[in-house]
């Protein structure tokens, strides 16, 4: 028997997720984009998905984006706020943030964008006055994530957000370790740009969320067709094969199980169908 220790990496996929799948990989393969009656049908699973998510962190459908992960979500809150600016634009981050949030800024800079990187205190912490001593006339953009992926620990984003929305100023957050072990609301917490990976909540690879704030406008990531309200071209999630093959849609599944009382908070495992017994992700 394998003892699995790493979930903060990545989780094995819960069975009920795999089940609901299977359909849309197998006989619901049409295109949601067409005109058909396949096509309309899965594109309004996709849109009940959106509406699922969405009521889970008590936001607005249209502020949900699907994206292949936190990667790219990262990417595109970034890189869709530098390049909507005016060309004065200038980030504030820290030097514990994961490698998608500090290579996107290194690589943004390359265009004569700013940032400057904040350091912990001697507790891991990103002490919010330390973000806020770093602001000046340019910056739009402060990129500070909820809870550490190797220290684990969690900061004080509400405090920064209050900081960024007194001085106009954007607040970006990779709660991709956050979700599913604690209460995360992006409008509660201030949070503009809030991003999220399946694959850490017994999801599978290839599937993450952007959040968007209905106010906020910034500039289209993926160029090509009107799909996700014309900020990301793609064919829809439902067929579009991406890392292990599967579907934008299936991340309601897994955001139902974190309102499930078993799964909340305490974060016991899912049962496995095969044997009864707690799965050892």
Known sequence: ???????????????????????????????????????????????DARETIADFFGTKPKEIFFTSGGTESNNFAIKGCAFSSDGKFHGITSSIEHPAVLETY????KFGFEADVVKPDSLGMINPSSIENRINDKTRLVSVMHANNEIGNINDVKAISEICRTRGILFHSDTVQSIGKMDVKPKELG????????????????????????????????????????????????VKQRKSGVSHFYIS?????LTDKSLKVSFKKPVSKSNGKKSDA
């Open 1 to 47: 028997m394998t003892t699995y220790l790493d979930n903060a990496a990545s989780t094995r996929m819960d069975d009920r997720v795999v089940d609901a799948m299977l359909p849309y990989l197998k006989e619901k393969y049409g295109n949601p984009s067409s005109a058909h009656k396949q096509g309309k049908a899965l594109k309004v699973s996709i849109e």
């Open 106 to 109: 290194n690589y943004i800079c």
């Open 191 to 238: 949070i503009d740009f809030l991003t999220l990976s399946a694959h850490k909540i017994y999801g599978p690879k290839g599937i993450g969320i952007l959040f968007i704030d209905e106010n906020v406008k910034i500039d289209k990531y993926i160029h090509g067709g009107s799909q996700e309200r014309n900020m990301r071209a793609d064919i829809d999630k439902h």
């Open 253 to 257: 599944i897994i955001i139902i199980h």
